[in-house]
């Protein structure tokens, strides 16, 4: 497992990638268009199911840990991950303006924290590589659902043994269309289990303020737009 602390900064054009259901220019649009903290998908901070998982359990138990976030934007979750002890976290998306957005909240942080964060311009499904541990916020919601059996392949192709992926179930509920596209714990576990998945730890009764939401949501709207944590091992 690749455990050396640097930051390798990557980039990426968009034009020349390679287009699918699962890297849609959609998101370059956004991010280039100017997509201030707070607003749409930005969450202006660490997620709130990352936060309370990491408060209540220790994912980097042993040295030398690696972990991945795919759609990490501004690499909120990846500043929480290298500060709650991971050596190394790869923080993927495939959006540069979103890059470079990540490149700049990193660089306010402590010089061994953004040291630990290497941030990724590319495709996740040509990610090469294992890692300790996976953290998917959001991330498989806004891929089209036809890239999502494609995308369960790719989680256990990326996963070292004994490693850990935590789902973050969003959003819970009725919705027509997307992104996001709405999910269900039966939905990901269908994606997971064939492809060889067991979930250890199934989260879905989150208290109302450790759901996913931007801050100037207010608390009720998660009524309708639910969250559940779901852990998965090989």
């Known amino acids: 497992v690749h455990s ?20 849609s220019p959609h998101w370059e649009k956004l991010w280039s268009g100017g ?19 990491l408060k209540e359990r220790n994912h980097a138990e042993r040295t030398g840990m690696s972990a991945l976030i795919p759609g990490s ?35 306010k942080s402590e010089e061994i924290v953004r040291d ?10 040509e990610i090469e590589g294992q890692f300790d541990f996976i953290w998917d916020n959001t991330f498989l919601c806004a891929l089209d659902p036809s890239a999502r059996e494609r995308w369960a392949r790719q989680m256990k192709a990326l996963l070292a043994p004994g490693g850990e992926l935590i789902t ?4 819970i509920g009725e919705r027509e269309g997307g992104p996001p596209f709405a999910l269900s714990v039966p939905l990901v576990r269908t994606l997971l289990e064939t492809v060889g998945f067991k979930s250890t730890l199934v989260q879905d009764s989150l208290p109302l303020e450790q759901q996913h939401r931007r801050p100037g949501d207010p608390l009720e709207s998660v009524l309708t737009r639910g969250t559940a944590l779901v852990t998965w091992k090989l």
Do not use: W
């Open 116 to 125: 630990r964060i290497d941030v990724r311009c590319g495709d996740f499904f």
């Open 4 to 23: 050396t602390l640097l930051v390798s900064l990557l980039v990426c054009n968009c034009s020349a990638m390679t287009q699918h259901a699962g890297a």
């Open 35 to 53: 997509l201030e903290k707070g607003s749409r998908f930005d969450v202006a901070g660490v997620s709130l199911p990352l936060k309370a998982e």
């Open 168 to 171: 973050c179930v969003f959003p």
């Open 73 to 107: 934007g501004r690499a909120y979750d990846a500043l929480a991950l290298a500060e709650h002890g991971f050596a190394s976290v790869t923080a993927v998306d495939l959006s540069p303006a979103a890059c470079e957005a990540a490149r700049e909240e990193i660089s």
